[in-house]
């Protein structure tokens, strides 16, 4: 995910909790049980206040200085899915961005590319 914004970190720890519900409360309807069981199986132990973990630990902000360093983040983010065997090319994944980029299909993600 690429980002910009003031309290970065409050942001991302907001995003990340809400998310973890939405997706917990989805597998709870779903009856996804074998999900369930992994997600509490790779909690971390002194995680005490929750029965399941969704998200790694922490975030790694790297600061983006100019547009090569920009379009080479987005390659990364891009073939991610390709290079672990999920599709044969970037666009063929649904949640992508590159889907607004090469086929200007914008019904599952929306894209703010206005500058700051």
Avoid at 61 to 71: D, R
């Amino acid at each position: 995910m690429i980002v910009s914004g003031e309290k970065l970190s409050e942001i991302i720890r907001s995003l990340k909790g809400f998310t973890s519900r939405q997706i917990i409360e989805q597998l709870k309807q779903d009856n996804k049980k074998w999900l369930l069981n992994q997600l509490a199986y790779f909690k971390k132990r002194y995680k005490t206040e929750s029965t399941f973990q969704v998200w790694q630990e922490g975030f790694h902000p790297e600061m983006v200085f100019n547009e090569e360093i920009l379009v080479q983040k987005i390659e990364y983010m891009h073939y991610n899915p390709v290079k672990r065997g999920c599709v044969d090319l970037p666009e063929h994944w649904k949640y992508s961005s590159v889907r607004n980029f090469i086929l200007g299909d914008h019904s599952v993600i929306e894209i703010d590319s206005s500058p700051e």
